[in-house]
C-alpha cells in the first residue's frame, strides 16, 4: 500500500470553528488531492496541489483552503465549519497529473 | 471526461472469475479506462488503466473492446475480500487531468 496517512480519522466538532485535517504521504509524489465522499453524490475533488506551495481548486471548494508547505504534507482547512461539511475526506496522491491516484484511509468528519 | 454507464450491482460465487462490464461510447481517442474499487469504509483503490490494449496485473485484467467504446474488468478467482464498490473511470492521460470523477460504480457481492 502507498504510504498515505491522514489525521485525524475522525473528529466531531462545532458548527463555526476552525478545524484542519492532515494528510501525510512517505512517496515523494508531487501531486496531491483532497476529496470528500458523500451518499449520492460520489467522491468530488476539493483541491489539488501540484507542488509545494502549488495549489489549485477543485469543483466544491468553496469553504475550503488548503496549504503545502512541504513536499510529504497537504493540509485542508476548514475555517468556519458548518454542517453541510460533515463528510468523509479523502487524501490522494499520484506521480504525476495523468497518473493513477492512491487513497488515504480517510477522515470522517461531523460538524453539529 | 466521458461519461461511464455500469450495472449497479453484481453477485458472483467465491472462486469463480467476476466480470465487470463498463460502457463508455463517447471515449475520445486520448482518454484512458481505469478501475478502482472501494471496499466497505475505506480509501478508494486502483486496481488497473488501459488505452487500447488488454492489459493484466497482479490483481485483474482489463478487456477494451476494438472499437473502445466498452470494458471488461475481470477478477479471474473472486475471494469475499473482493466484495466491493467497483468503479470504471474513463479520463484523460498526461499535464491537466486532476480529477478523477467516480460515478456511482457497481456494488459486487462475492457469496461463498
Known amino acids: 500500500d502507498a504510504g498515505i496517512t491522514q489525521s485525524p480519522r475522525h473528529k466531531v466538532t462545532e458548527t463555526g470553528t476552525p478545524v484542519t485535517l492532515r494528510c501525510h504521504q512517505t512517496e515523494n509524489h508531487r501531486y496531491m488531492y483532497w476529496y470528500r465522499q458523500d451518499p449520492g453524490h460520489g467522491l468530488r475533488l476539493i483541491h489539488y496541489s501540484y507542488g509545494v506551495k502549488d495549489t489549485d481548486k477543485g469543483e466544491v471548494s468553496d469553504g475550503y483552503s488548503v496549504s503545502r508547505s512541504k513536499t510529504e504534507d497537504f493540509l485542508l482547512t476548514l475555517e468556519s465549519a458548518t454542517s453541510s461539511q460533515t463528510s468523509v475526506y479523502f487524501c490522494a496522491i499520484s506521480e504525476s497529473s495523468g497518473a493513477e491516484q492512491y487513497f488515504g484511509p480517510g477522515t470522517r468528519l461531523t460538524v453539529t | 471526461d466521458a461519461k461511464t454507464t455500469q450495472p449497479p450491482s453484481m453477485d458472483c460465487a467465491e472462486g469463480r472469475a467476476a466480470n465487470l462490464p463498463c460502457n463508455h461510447s463517447?471515449?475520445?481517442?486520448?482518454?484512458?479506462v481505469y478501475w478502482y474499487r472501494q471496499i466497505h469504509s475505506q480509501g478508494p483503490q486502483y486496481i488497473i488503466h488501459?488505452?487500447?490494449n488488454n492489459e493484466t496485473n497482479e490483481m485483474a485484467s482489463l478487456i477494451i473492446t476494438e472499437d473502445r467504446k466498452s470494458s471488461t474488468l475481470i477478477l479471474p478467482h473472486a475471494t469475499l475480500r473482493d466484495t466491493a464498490v467497483y468503479y470504471c473511470?474513463?479520463?484523460?492521460?498526461?499535464?491537466?487531468?486532476?480529477?478523477?470523477?467516480f460515478g456511482q460504480g457497481t456494488r459486487l457481492t462475492i457469496n461463498p
Open positions: 473511470i474513463v479520463r484523460v492521460g498526461g499535464a491537466g487531468a486532476q480529477k478523477l470523477v
Open positions: 488501459g488505452l487500447k
Open positions: 463517447t471515449i475520445s481517442g486520448n482518454e484512458y
